[in-house]
């Protein structure tokens, strides 16, 4: 399955963002899919998951609260709804098709970057 994130961007702190990861190639719905991030000299580090079904997200600390993660199998699309976004969530956001719930999630597709820059 080949994916395609997009909707990064700059924007102040406390505003709100949604990163959208369209899939193609394969039935979107065979995988489970999550979002990753990557900061600047950071790891690579996990955002939140859900199931292929749409069902059990689950999230990273760092992002449970303010993110929302969710998927719409008919438009093979899952989306990242980020609010009340914080400078340290500068990154550049990867979505990721696989298998898996919550920290067992693992990637066997990763799109490219979309970046999000939060400024202070």
């Known amino acids: 399955v080949q994916l395609q994130a997009s909707g990064g961007g700059l924007v102040q702190a406390g505003d709100s963002l949604r990163l959208s990861c369209t899939a193609s190639?394969?039935?979107?719905?065979?995988?489970?899919s999550g979002w990753f991030r990557r900061a600047p000299g950071k790891e690579h580090e996990f955002v939140a998951a859900?199931?292929?079904?749409?069902?059990?997200?689950y999230y990273a600390d760092s992002s449970e609260g303010r993110f929302t993660i969710s998927r719409d199998n008919a438009k093979n699309t899952m989306y990242l709804q980020m609010n009340r976004l914080k400078p340290e969530d500068t990154a550049d956001y990867y979505c990721?098709?696989?298998?898996?719930?919550?920290?067992?999630?693992?990637?066997?597709?990763w799109g490219q970057g979309t970046l999000v820059t939060v400024s202070s």
């Open positions: 859900i199931s292929r079904s749409g069902g059990s997200p």
């Open positions: 190639g394969r039935t979107f719905s065979w995988y489970d």
């Open positions: 990721a098709a696989g298998y898996g719930l919550g920290l067992e999630f693992s990637p066997a597709s």
